[in-house]
């Protein structure tokens, strides 16, 4: 079985500060491992996947995500949070075939 | 064409009413998903088809709701006799093989 865990419902910080949205998850297989964003009303966009391949992963707008499979987690970040960067996260989990699974999302709010 | 296309985009339904939700996923793409997100919430799982094959119905909160995929294509969700607690926005996802899922803008429910 898989599942995710993002640990962080609500992360505030202020323009030009770094980001770090926390992801940790559980699974049987090699997982792909995904985040996304949701803006307000808009359609879920992906910012980057990890596949096997390189463990740094980076993705658009600036943000990238390193796996560490001894540590089971994925998390999110970002050098300098821009104010467009205003929006919800959710880390994804898909082992092979299975079916796509979504942690509960985080806020980010980022303050001028 | 080049996305996910679900229609329609807005529906409002009187209690007790039947709806159904249409899913045309990107071309080629095997694995195809169904996903519920109720207003700030994240996406919940409802089902899951490998061509015309459903997988995994474990999401589908009643028995109310069906969903088919007859010729491993388009998909369709049907409500039954829809109450005020479905409405929510119905995500529809298709993927190719084991990578990343492309969303679709979403079905919002609306039941009165």
């Known amino acids: 079985a898989q599942s995710v865990t993002q640990l962080d419902s609500h992360v505030s910080v202020s323009e030009g500060t770094p980001v770090l949205l926390r992801c940790n998850y559980s699974s049987s297989y090699s997982p792909s491992l995904f985040w996304y964003v949701q803006h307000p009303n808009k359609g879920l966009q992906l910012l980057l996947k990890?596949?096997?391949?390189?463990?740094l992963v980076k993705g658009i707008n600036g943000f990238e995500a390193e796996f560490k499979k001894s540590e089971t987690s994925f998390h999110l970040t970002k050098p300098s949070a821009h104010m467009s960067d205003a929006a919800e996260y959710f880390c994804?989990?898909?082992?092979?075939?299975?079916?796509?699974?979504f942690g509960t999302g985080t806020k980010l709010q980022v303050i001028p | 064409g080049a996305g996910v296309s679900q229609s329609p985009r807005y529906k409002v339904a009187k209690r007790g009413q039947d709806v159904a939700l249409r899913c045309d996923p990107i071309?080629?793409?095997?694995?195809l998903f169904w996903y519920q997100q109720a207003l700030g919430q994240g996406p919940e799982f409802l089902t899951y088809?490998?061509?015309?094959?459903?997988?995994?119905k474990s999401g589908l909160p009643s028995d109310r709701f069906f969903a088919e995929r007859p010729e491993g294509s388009v998909s369709t969700l049907k409500i039954q006799r829809t109450q005020q607690e479905d409405s929510a926005v119905y995500l529809c996802?298709?993927?190719?093989?084991?990578?990343?899922?492309?969303f679709g803008q979403g079905t919002r429910l609306t039941v009165v």
């Open positions: 996802a298709s993927s190719p093989q084991d990578t990343e899922a492309f």
């Open positions: 071309s080629g793409h095997v694995s």
């Open positions: 994804v989990v898909r082992d092979g075939y299975q079916k796509v699974t």
């Open positions: 990890y596949t096997s391949a390189a463990t």
């Open positions: 088809f490998q061509n015309e094959a459903q997988l995994d």
